[in-house]
């Protein structure tokens, strides 16, 4: 893992997105879990190492945050939202999916059970462990359920998936307007140290790159939508996107399937249906 600052070590490098450990007086906190299970294995391994874990932080719903909860005996805190995907998630299917990242996967998934938040807020919470406060703050945009977490003594912000650095966006369920007032409200925060949900460490300058690219997403579905393509026509053909930036480490070959995700979800924006249909 990457030392970050004296209490902050993180992986950027592994299938899934990002996570990481904060070392405090009384134990480790752990930030987000590995989507391979072998992965979560040696995680585990280095943990016992380095001390005794007290809890994990999930910061939003997608299977790449928190698979690696199972292997873990501790309380999981998260924004009520994800507890109730995770509760809501076909077990089954979810397992089988993880199994094919490889060999060594299906063997350590027997008999796996998620291990799903028992501490929820909804808007804003504060955990203290030691001598560190984690402050959780729910920013809705890659998911209704993001949320950021901000290890205030040490100046470092997790902000889960709504910032891809230098990395492919996923906006398979995306609310862009949300997603850009989350945006602006990292803008003020005091930290300005970014532990993304994918790729490496940034800071605020990122900002706008992540939120110009996210406008840029919405006028590409916008103009196909003006031209009247049909949401087939638009998911079959608009693939303009695709090698803007690379995928994330171990996602080679699924570009095509990202950008048919992102512009499904965009149509459904743009025209107000789907999940974006107002009542």
């Known amino acids: 893992m990457q030392q970050l600052t004296s209490n902050v070590f993180i992986e950027t490098q592994q299938k899934g997105a990002n996570h990481g450990i904060v070392a405090t007086s009384d134990g480790l906190v752990l930030i987000d879990t590995p989507h391979k299970p072998s992965d979560a294995v040696r995680l585990k391994a280095e943990i016992e190492r380095r001390g005794k874990l007290r809890y994990i932080i999930n910061t939003e719903p997608h299977g790449d945050h928190w698979t690696g ?3 873990f005996d501790v309380p999981v805190v998260a924004h009520a939202g994800v507890r109730a995907r995770i509760l809501g998630t076909d077990m089954g299917e979810h397992v089988k999916r993880v199994s094919s990242f490889g060999p060594q996967e299906a063997p350590l998934l027997e008999n796996y059970r998620a291990n799903a938040p028992v501490i929820t807020f909804e808007s804003e919470m504060k955990l203290h462990v030691g ?3 984690f402050r959780m703050i729910h920013m809705p945009g890659h998911t209704p359920y993001q949320a950021a977490v901000v290890v205030e003594e040490e100046g470092v912000t997790f902000t889960s998936d709504n910032i891809f650095c230098q990395v492919q966006t996923w906006i398979q369920e995306g609310q862009p307007e949300e997603w850009l007032k989350s945006l602006e409200a990292l803008r003020g925060l005091r930290e300005d140290t970014f532990v993304p949900g994918h790729g490496p460490v940034c800071g605020k300058s990122y900002l706008q790159e992540q939120g110009g690219f996210l406008e840029e997403w919405v006028g590409y579905v916008r103009g196909a939508v003006g031209r009247g393509m049909t949401k087939q026509e638009c998911v079959a053909n608009l ?12 996602q080679d070959g699924m570009a095509p399937r990202v950008m048919q995700l992102n512009v499904a979800n965009l149509y459904d924006y743009v025209t107000g249906a789907g999940i974006h249909a107002r009542s």
């Open 239 to 250: 693939t303009a996107l695709t090698d803007r930036y690379p995928m994330d480490v171990e």
């Open 69 to 71: 909860n199972g292997f």
């Open 131 to 133: 001598n560190h406060t």
